[in-house]
């Protein structure tokens, strides 16, 4: 998926949806965040999509890397 696909499926969405969204969460993927040291680059498309509609658009945080290894790491019971 690049940048200018997540941008414009999420502006259709938006134009689709019954009420008015104020915030996203998104992944740190390249279509969604910058790269560190990348800051003074222009902003992302999908940026200005959320600004034009007045949504804030919040970063998942990054797992924990001990986590990628285990494939069970998303079930919980007793014995975890």
């Known amino acids: ?3 200018q696909i997540a941008a414009d499926f999420f502006e259709d969405t938006l134009q689709a949806l019954p009420y008015r969204a104020h915030t996203v969460l998104t ?3 390249v279509q ?3 790269k560190a040291g990348t800051e ?4 992302l498309i999908f940026d200005v999509v959320c600004y034009r509609h007045g949504i804030e658009n919040h ?3 990054k797992e924990p890397e001990r986590f ?3 494939p069970n790491h998303y079930f919980t019971g007793p014995n975890t």
Request: glycine share 0%; aromatic share 16%; no cysteine.
């Open 32 to 34: 969604f965040a910058k």
């Open 59 to 61: 970063l998942a945080k």
């Open 40 to 43: 003074a680059y222009e902003r």
């Open 1 to 3: 998926m690049t940048r």
């Open 27 to 29: 992944d740190n993927w």
């Open 68 to 70: 990628h290894n285990d």
